[in-house]
């Protein structure tokens, strides 16, 4: 299970189906028992709490941010008001404006496909990182807008899937390629 604070109130959490099968959850129990999600969000939460310190009893909203072959990726918003955090945390995410995703590529021609197939103006609005870890490359996008993101995203995973690591993880234990400039130097060096 993989937790990453995305800002001072909201959480992406990555929970595998094996991790969810030793909690006793299989396929046919969801579909059958509906109170079956609210133990499982409880105990979500549970977990998110206890690695950040944070107590909530307000509303709690739970989008599941992308389904894959491995596992489900949630993200866990809590009522503002409710959250007692650090400040700095939240100034600094306040202080951003858009999103940051990370995309796996299974081999690095794909994301010369991609950005050959992509308009040079809709990537040049985009700051990316490149990244390799255990042979496969990550590539972290920051989109700007919910617009931009709206019209990136598709495309991109037409080369790529929604990675299951945190930056974090990639900062750690894998090593950057390109820094912030990865769709314009790539797109220097490998596409004519």
């Known amino acids: 299970m993989n937790i990453e604070r995305l800002t001072c109130n909201s959480v992406k959490l990555f929970i595998s189906f094996e991790e969810l099968s030793e909690k006793g ?10 109170f079956v999600f609210h133990q499982l969000f409880e ?19 739970i ?15 809590l009522n503002e008001n409710d959250v007692e955090s650090d400040q700095e945390l939240c100034v600094m995410h306040e202080n951003l ?14 994301l010369i496909y991609f950005i050959q197939d992509t308009s040079p ?3 040049n609005k985009l700051r990316a990182s490149l990244y ?10 920051f989109f700007p807008s919910d ?5 990136v995203e598709p495309l991109l995973l037409e080369y790529a899937k929604i990675a299951n690591e945190t930056i974090h993880l990639l900062k750690e234990y ?5 820094e912030k400039q990865a769709f314009q130097k790539i797109r220097t060096y490998f596409v004519k």
Do not use: P, W
Request: aromatic share 12%.
């Open 25 to 34: 959850l299989f396929h046919e129990r969801l579909l059958e028992d509906s």
């Open 43 to 61: 105990s979500l939460l549970d977990e998110i709490e206890s690695k950040y310190d944070i107590q909530s009893d307000g509303a709690i909203s």
């Open 63 to 77: 989008e599941i941010h992308s389904l894959t072959d491995d596992g489900v990726t949630f993200i866990f918003t």
């Open 97 to 110: 404006e858009g999103t940051e995703s990370i995309y796996l590529f299974e081999q690095f021609d794909h």
């Open 121 to 123: 103006n809709i990537l």
């Open 132 to 141: 390799i870890k255990d042979y496969q490359y990550y590539l972290t996008v």
């Open 147 to 151: 617009a931009v993101r709206s019209i």
């Open 174 to 178: 894998g090593k950057i390629i390109i």
